[in-house]
Each structure stands twice: as structure tokens, then as C-alpha cells.
């Protein structure tokens, strides 16, 4: 499944009001979504009683946008294509398309969905982004499933590969070892003995 049921309901549910059943607490803002239930926003107080036991993701608020991190999402979506940004310490992205004036020169990377600029060479300035493509192209995939096939299709190409080169390196060795009992190399000549010194050559005696 290239979307998950749940993303677009993320995508459209309003965030950050007030709890009707807990506004006189002090973590009464609904900035809660439940994976499982896929409905309306919560706060921290109905997470306890209602989705104690669910997928729950936390959004947060970035100028006025609604952004989550990518250390929660990434866990159950595949954000790759997607542009991320570090705020207030942490990595997150955002759920939504962001209005801005109209693009500049000298932009390398624009989102292909918005055309909005991007930092980095990814794909998508936001989430809703990358399901425009999606529909729109069909070249990309919300699932972790599908990431992870791929994953291990990179993983088993590179082992096939590794293994490819060892064998042709064993076999060269293995000719190579074969060339040398073949065609044994030329022992190197005896050294040479030392020539004997030549005594000192005497007189005979002359006759008397």
C-alpha cells in the first residue's frame, strides 16, 4: 500500500484547540492524532483514558505550521523525498504545503508538488507534498514495506557483487597457481666454488 489510511486524515484534521473535556487543565491543547482510530485531534489527558494503547504521534507548531518530528514519523512512514529541518534541536518536517512569494533565481532545489525552494536536493517540501506526487506520478511510496525490499535488493546486489569478485579473485589465484606447477621456475645455478690459492712457487737448487 503506497499511502497509509491514515496520512490523509493527518493531513486535513485542525490541531492546537482547546480540549472540550479537559480545558481547565494545563495540557488541554490537542496536538495529539491517533494512528488507529484516524480521528479527531486530542489532547494529552484523553491519550491516558482513550488511546492508552495506541499509535499515537505528537504534532507540533513551527510559524504558525503544524510540523512533527521525524524520530516519531519515521517509524511508521516511509519520509524519504522529503525535506527536513532541525527546530529547536530537534529533526522534523511538515505536514503541509507552506504558501511563500514566488520562487527566486539562483533556486537549485523547488519542491516538484509547490514549486516552493528547498535547502537540500530532496523531492517534497512536506508530507501533503509527497502524496500530491504520489497520486499525481506514482514514483514514490509512503510504505516502509516497499523501503525495506528495496533495501535488501541494494544489500543483496552489493553481496552478489562481493561475492562475484572474490570468486573471480580465487580464481585467478587458482590460475595462477595452476601456471606455476605447469611451468616451475628455473632453479638459480650452484654458486660457484672458490678458486685454490697458488703457493708461492720455489727455486730448485742449483747443481754442484
Given at each position: 500500500?503506497?499511502?497509509?489510511p491514515?496520512l490523509e486524515?493527518?493531513l486535513t484534521?485542525p490541531?492546537?484547540?482547546t480540549?472540550s473535556?479537559?480545558?481547565?487543565?494545563?495540557?488541554?491543547?490537542?496536538?495529539m492524532?491517533?494512528?488507529?482510530?484516524?480521528?479527531?485531534?486530542?489532547?494529552?489527558?484523553?491519550r491516558s483514558?482513550?488511546?492508552k494503547?495506541?499509535?499515537?504521534?505528537?504534532?507540533?507548531?513551527?510559524?504558525?505550521?503544524?510540523?512533527?518530528?521525524?524520530a516519531?514519523?519515521?517509524k511508521?512512514?516511509?519520509?524519504s523525498?522529503?525535506?527536513?529541518?532541525v527546530?529547536?534541536?530537534?529533526r522534523?518536517?511538515?505536514l503541509n504545503?507552506?504558501?511563500?512569494?514566488?520562487?527566486?533565481?539562483g533556486?537549485?532545489?523547488?519542491?516538484e508538488?509547490?514549486?516552493r525552494?528547498?535547502?537540500?536536493p530532496?523531492?517534497f517540501?512536506?508530507?501533503g507534498?509527497?502524496?500530491v506526487?504520489?497520486?499525481?506520478?506514482?514514483?514514490?511510496?509512503?510504505?516502509?514495506?516497499a523501503?525495506n525490499?528495496m533495501?535488501m535488493e541494494?544489500?543483496?546486489?552489493i553481496?552478489?557483487?562481493?561475492?562475484l569478485?572474490?570468486?573471480?579473485?580465487?580464481e585467478d589465484?587458482?590460475?595462477e597457481?595452476s601456471?606455476?606447477?605447469i611451468?616451475?621456475?628455473t632453479?638459480p645455478?650452484?654458486?660457484?666454488?672458490?678458486?685454490?690459492r697458488?703457493?708461492?712457487?720455489?727455486?730448485?737448487p742449483?747443481?754442484?
Amino acid at each position: 500500500m503506497a499511502v497509509p489510511p491514515w496520512l490523509e486524515p493527518l493531513l486535513t484534521t485542525p490541531f492546537f484547540s482547546t480540549c472540550s473535556v479537559h480545558g481547565d487543565a494545563a495540557r488541554s491543547e490537542c496536538n495529539m492524532f491517533c494512528l488507529d482510530c484516524s480521528g479527531d485531534s486530542f489532547c494529552f489527558y484523553c491519550r491516558s483514558s482513550r488511546h492508552k494503547d495506541h499509535q499515537v504521534i505528537q504534532i507540533r507548531r513551527s510559524s504558525y505550521h503544524d510540523v512533527v518530528r521525524v524520530a516519531e514519523i519515521q517509524k511508521v512512514l516511509d519520509i524519504s523525498g522529503v525535506q527536513t529541518y532541525v527546530i529547536n534541536s530537534a529533526r522534523v518536517l511538515f505536514l503541509n504545503e507552506r504558501p511563500q512569494p514566488k520562487t527566486g533565481k539562483g533556486v537549485s532545489h523547488i519542491c516538484e508538488t509547490c514549486g516552493r525552494s528547498l535547502l537540500d536536493p530532496f523531492r517534497f517540501c512536506s508530507l501533503g507534498c509527497k502524496l500530491v506526487g504520489i497520486k499525481r506520478n506514482g514514483d514514490a511510496s509512503f510504505s516502509l514495506e516497499a523501503k525495506n525490499e528495496m533495501g535488501m535488493e541494494r544489500g543483496e546486489g552489493i553481496s552478489r557483487r562481493v561475492s562475484l569478485s572474490s570468486s573471480s579473485r580465487e580464481e585467478d589465484e587458482l590460475r595462477e597457481g595452476s601456471q606455476q606447477d605447469i611451468y616451475p621456475s628455473t632453479p638459480p645455478p650452484p654458486p660457484s666454488s672458490a678458486r685454490r690459492r697458488k703457493g708461492i712457487p720455489h727455486r730448485a737448487p742449483f747443481a754442484s
